[in-house]
């Protein structure tokens, strides 16, 4: 079960490790993609909404105005969405997408994409590892991964156990054993240790894929009363769940209070931690390949050899 189980899931656990990890740091990727504001540096009066649009059509004939939104500043470059017209929605060569598009508030000049190439890439990061790019369905996806990674977690311990004597050789690294047994070795490690961690991103994946479901059944198993409403110690977990899971507890006073050295130390462990999994799949997968994979492949071509 937990052999075939990682093998199939693998790819998948893969993915959402890598991207979790990376994830952590999305506030600083955004700020890192964010370009300075376009500012126009014209003397000439500003364009009103309409002069906006008509130069905006004429940049991009075939499209019409949809939305034109103007930044608190008034000198700031205005953000205008373009959708296609009747004429337009026919022509392969265009598309039928709608063009997000800044304009120097001053010339008409188009000054590209309101949406930075880096924000786009990062939200497309955020989409892949929460929904897989598919919306409700891929969350629901996602959260039925979340359970089968707690399932590989509790199956991995059990496999893992070598008894009460010798459990605690079970903990590190071993020299002088052979890469098959390093392999097995690190693979061993890094499930123990990060066995809490895993848990927890398991539980929360799955709270945040089904978050009425989940609170269903909180509620069923603690129903709430007019006493305690709100201030249940269930309530308290899933609070704790949803913060543990991206790893952001700077601000609300454990162990961090503010911006600086424990709260990037807090994102580097996380970072850390989400990147086991992904560890975990390519020891498993090395061990794979020795015990299961090549002995059939030797097999297969010493009968035909035959």
């Not at 600083?28 to 964010?34: D, G, H, S």
């Not at 079970?170 to 890469?179: M, T």
């Not at 600086?260 to 994102?267: I, L, N, P, S």
Request: net charge positive; aromatic share 10%; glycine share 12%.
């Amino acid at each position: 079960m937990h052999l075939w189980s990682g093998i199939g899931l693998g790819l998948y656990i893969l993915m959402i490790s890598v991207t979790g990890s990376v994830l952590v740091y999305r506030n600083e990727l955004f700020v890192a993609a964010t370009p300075e504001l376009s500012v126009s540096q014209g003397a000439g009066p500003r364009l009103t909404d309409g002069q906006l649009a008509e130069a905006a059509m004429g940049s991009y004939p075939g499209y019409r105005v949809a939305k034109i939104v103007r930044a608190p500043n008034p000198d700031q470059a205005v953000d205008i969405w373009l959708s296609p017209g009747k004429e337009t929605r026919g022509n392969e060569t265009r598309g039928n997408e709608i063009k997000k598009r800044l304009f120097d508030v001053r010339s008409g000049a188009d000054l590209g994409n309101s949406i930075p190439t880096g924000v786009w890439l990062v939200s497309s990061l955020m989409a892949l590892h929460d929904d897989l790019l598919a919306g409700p369905a891929g969350r629901r996806v996602n959260g039925m991964g979340a359970f089968a990674s707690i399932v590989l977690a509790v199956t991995g311990m059990a496999i893992w156990w070598p008894g009460i004597s010798r459990w605690r050789r079970s903990l590190s690294v071993h020299r002088g054993v052979g890469w098959k047994r390093l392999t097995w070795d690190v693979h061993s490690m890094i499930g123990f240790w990060s066995l809490g961690f895993v848990l927890v991103f398991g539980l929360s994946g799955i709270y945040l894929c089904f978050p009425e479901e989940f609170q269903e059944l909180v509620d069923r198993l603690a129903p709430p009363t007019a006493a305690d409403a709100g201030f249940r110690m269930v309530d308290r977990a899933i609070y704790w769940l949803a913060y543990l899971h991206f790893g952001r507890i700077n601000g609300i006073g454990i162990p961090c209070s503010g911006p600086g050295v424990c709260d990037q130390m807090t994102k580097a462990a996380w970072a850390v931690a989400g990147l086991t999994p992904a560890a975990m799949f390519i020891t498993g997968a090395i061990m794979w390949w020795n015990r299961v994979l090549r002995p059939r492949l030797r097999r297969g071509v010493s009968g035909s050899l035959s």
